[in-house]
């Protein structure tokens, strides 16, 4: 009862840049995968390499990665993953489930 | 009756930009009066901002990982598992269930059937004056018919002289009144069409939202560090002929600044004319002497951005577009019985009766997910919640991959 709350959401692409079917790919044409955590306080999402055929994500292919602190930022409009990418925050954050 | 009905009520895009969540814009007396008679929840996201996935994975309480629908083509019954959705398990348990409107998403990923008769105890209704959605019946500045983005019309020049949403209220009202006097439980999902676009909605809602008092998102722009592959370049309003008109680049736009104000002033308009509809239909289960022993749901399938981040669209992992409305009405558990009164849901009629105020009781900050909504409705319906699932399930045709909310109706939140 006192873990912290999460929801998590997740979106498909077809590739790193946006594209005429970035929106919404058909299941054969998705590359990556994004996958998010969010809680009150932040949002941490991963941009991960996915294979359609098997379903499968490969957690170690990271294409690109968000992290949004809400009460800063509740607009998400400064992503600090870059500045926090080697932290313990983020370090402990990838080995979620 | 031994059980609880279940008036379950979706949206489609629908953002909680609603006056019970503190929009100070939009107005949404129907909602409101719903939210203040509910237990809201302030925090609550869809698993994957597009309609046929969240939807999939709300009715059946797994996430898309487990459904294995991304997109619009593919049935999970046949893509992953054969998993047993909330109406269905509603319909096992001896309810009527019916579906108004668009519960799920139509087409391939519904089985063109909307899961019927899995989910359903009759077909389901689709208005029929949604055949006319994506045609050209939008008059543009030169008198003509176009297939426009903005679309706010008289409703007596349409074909039939109606709209889908008000075809589907109608619809639900007529189900209402054939069970009012029976004994056995029912569960009646309406799915109303908007504010997704086309925002071809009455043109009376329009007035209001005054253009001059409208204003831009507060972060109209793409963020400078925003990762390319999280940006969604909205195609879906770019093939509208008037916004076509405008030359936006592709991918990152900007779409010109007064009509940014023209799409924010016909979303609030449709969240409105989709809150009339709501009312109507809450006051009509008023009427017939159901909301005493009938809760209501109501949610939306995901959000939608209304120009942050320089977008016009669900398609991400923003708050704005995973972030959605969710209330439930439970009569003597969200307000006590004897505080129903004659009239638990009055008709609000925001046209002419523009001031109006209601104060949320009951509401929970923590974050919550879709997923969370079969066990809970379950749960509160009077039945037994899915076991959790194991991590591998796709055998399992009965199971949530979500928390049954129920003790939050009796506990004060914690953390």
Not at chain 2, 66 to 86: K, P
Not at chain 2, 147 to 164: D, I, K, M, Y
Request: net charge negative; aromatic share 12%.
């Amino acid at each position: 009862k006192d873990e912290e709350a999460i929801a998590y959401s997740q979106y498909p692409r077809p590739a790193d840049t946006p594209q005429v079917n970035s929106d919404v790919p058909d299941l054969k044409d998705v590359k990556v995968m994004g996958y998010s955590l969010r809680s009150w306080d932040y949002r941490y999402t991963l941009w991960l390499g996915y294979n359609p055929k098997t379903f499968q994500v490969n957690v170690s292919d990271v294409h690109a990665g968000e992290l949004y602190i809400l009460a800063d930022d509740p607009g998400e409009d400064k992503n600090i993953y870059s500045d926090l990418e080697q932290s313990v925050v983020i370090k402990k954050l990838s080995t979620l489930p | 009756r031994g059980r609880r009905n279940v008036l379950f009520i979706m949206a489609d895009d629908l953002r909680p930009s609603l006056g019970c969540y503190g929009d100070s814009v939009v107005k949404s007396p129907n909602i409101d009066q719903l939210a203040s008679k509910s237990q809201v929840f302030l925090n609550t996201y869809a698993q994957q901002a597009l309609c046929a996935p969240s939807r999939a994975s709300m009715l059946t309480s797994r996430r898309p990982d487990t459904t294995r629908v991304y997109d619009f083509n593919s049935y999970w019954r046949d893509q992953s598992g054969n998993y047993t959705t909330l109406p269905q398990y509603f319909k096992s348990s001896g309810y009527f269930t019916a579906s108004v409107g668009k519960i799920f998403h139509p087409g391939i990923s519904s089985n063109f059937s909307d899961d019927y008769p899995y989910s359903w105890s009759i077909p389901a209704y689709h208005p029929p004056s949604f055949h006319y959605e994506k045609k050209k019946l939008c008059k543009g500045d030169d008198g003509k018919l176009h297939v426009n983005l903005l679309c706010a019309v008289n409703v007596t020049e349409q074909p039939g002289g109606t709209l889908p949403d008000l075809e589907s209220t109608e619809e639900a009202v007529r189900l209402l009144k054939s069970w009012a006097n029976n004994d056995a439980p029912f569960f009646l999902a309406v799915g109303f069409h908007k504010p997704h676009i086309p925002f071809r909605i009455p043109q009376e809602y329009l007035s209001l939202y005054p253009i001059e008092n409208m204003t831009l998102a507060p972060d109209p722009n793409v963020p400078e560090f925003l990762p390319p592959v999280a940006y969604n370049p909205w195609t879906d309003i770019r093939g509208r002929d008037d916004v076509q008109k405008l030359n936006v680049s592709f991918p990152y736009g900007p779409i010109p600044k007064d009509f940014q104000l023209r799409i924010r002033q016909h979303y609030f308009a449709a969240v409105s004319y989709m809150d009339a509809q709501v009312g109507r239909l809450l006051s009509s289960l008023d009427a017939l002497g159901l909301a005493d022993d009938t809760m209501v749901v109501f949610t939306s399938d995901h959000g939608w951005s209304l120009g942050e981040h320089g977008e016009w669209a669900k398609f991400s992992n923003f708050n704005v577009a995973t972030q959605v409305p969710l209330m439930f009405y439970v009569p003597g558990i969200t307000i006590p019985r004897d505080q129903l009164g004659e009239s638990t849901f009055p008709f609000i009629d925001i046209l002419t009766q523009p001031k109006y105020r209601f104060k949320n009781d009951k509401v929970r900050r923590n974050v919550v997910e879709l997923v969370d909504v079969f066990p809970t409705v379950a749960s509160m319906a009077g039945l037994r919640a899915p076991e959790h699932c194991a991590d591998v399930s796709f055998q399992e045709e009965l199971c949530t991959e979500g928390d049954n909310l129920a003790h939050t109706f009796r506990r004060r939140e914690r953390g």
